[in-house]
């Protein structure tokens, strides 16, 4: 039997009155987010800082970031990024997997049960 796919997440609204639904893409682009505000990522895997989504003039902040939702209000985040040279992988990849959880329970409420984070190349180009 073949897993069903889901796209976002719908929870009741506290006050008993309609849904919330929080898409894989806003989830994305917030792990998104988080991932480039840690010290020692050049990018994510994927992009570039000057690659722009053409359509809607925007960085695409997800690319590199894959969602999975589990169970209620759990999800399992996969990232992929380059780390820029000097800075010690193990420790930036920590920085980012706490960053992510962080910015995803803060802004969702949704907790991650794992933030897998693969390291793919290392910049060496100088700022």
Do not use: W
């Not at 009741?12 to 806003?26: K, L, Q, R």
């Not at 910015?103 to 409420?109: E, K, R, S, V």
């Amino acid at each position: 039997m073949e897993e069903e796919k889901r796209e976002a997440f719908t929870i009741p609204a506290e006050d008993g009155n309609g849904f919330i639904t929080i898409s894989d893409d806003v989830v994305a682009d917030i792990a998104g987010l988080a991932v480039t505000e840690v010290d020692g990522v050049a990018h994510l895997t994927g992009t570039s800082p000057t690659e722009i989504i053409t359509k809607i003039g925007k960085k695409k902040r997800s690319k590199g970031i894959r969602v999975i939702f589990e169970e209620e209000k759990c999800i399992r985040i996969d990232v992929s990024v380059i780390v820029r040279f000097g800075y010690n992988i193990v420790e930036v990849s920590a920085a980012v997997q706490e960053r992510v959880k962080q910015a995803l329970q803060t802004m969702t409420g949704l907790i991650p049960s794992v933030v897998n984070v693969r390291v793919s190349g290392v910049d060496f180009s100088k700022d």
